[in-house]
């Protein structure tokens, strides 16, 4: 370990990311795109970030909830309702709702205009499950709440029961 890692600066192949606009990888899911900002490979796995464009009347996944992971969701525009066991939140720009592990939760955009928000995965566990969607979608195979559910098991998220 070199001097500089033994008193916590920085280290050799550290490097600043930096995602422009329009940058970074992008996962089409129905009437949702993602814009993936941060896939945790710049942050040890501890964080990824992205950028959902839902499209208006988008239903989101079956309420659920994850054993290993926060999600946090700021609303950057328009609307975002937020269902977490039988409470709904209608969250409008501005607004952050962070989701601790073992909370069911689910969202919807139910207006007329997209709304765009940012989601953050700590750790960045949650982000192939979005990639293993998508080439579910481009592989041909249909997505039934069946193959969501199953998905969602591969990394540490169930349906939440009697919600979903």
């Not at 550290?14 to 949702?32: M, N």
């Not at 990824?48 to 988008?58: N, R």
């Not at 969250?91 to 069911?104: F, Q």
């Amino acid at each position: 370990m070199t001097e500089e890692a033994k008193a916590g600066g920085p280290q050799a192949g550290t490097a600043v990311s930096v995602v422009g606009p329009g940058d970074g990888e992008t996962i089409v899911l129905g009437s949702t795109r993602m814009r993936v900002l941060e896939d945790g490979s710049h942050t040890g796995h501890r964080l990824a970030i992205a950028e959902s464009v839902l499209a208006p009347h988008t239903q989101g996944p079956p309420q659920h909830h994850h054993a290993r992971h926060d999600e946090g969701f700021y609303i950057l525009s328009g609307t975002v309702r937020f269902t977490a066991g039988d409470e709904f939140h209608d969250a409008t720009a501005g607004t952050l709702v962070m989701v601790p592990p073992g909370a069911p939760h689910t969202f919807a955009n139910l207006t007329d205009r997209p709304a765009v928000m940012l989601s953050t995965f700590t750790p960045d566990l949650y982000v192939q499950y979005f990639r293993d969607l998508q080439n579910m979608l481009t592989g041909g195979r249909p997505l039934t709440p069946r193959a969501n559910i199953d998905t969602m098991r591969r990394y540490a998220t169930e349906p939440a029961p009697d919600l979903a």
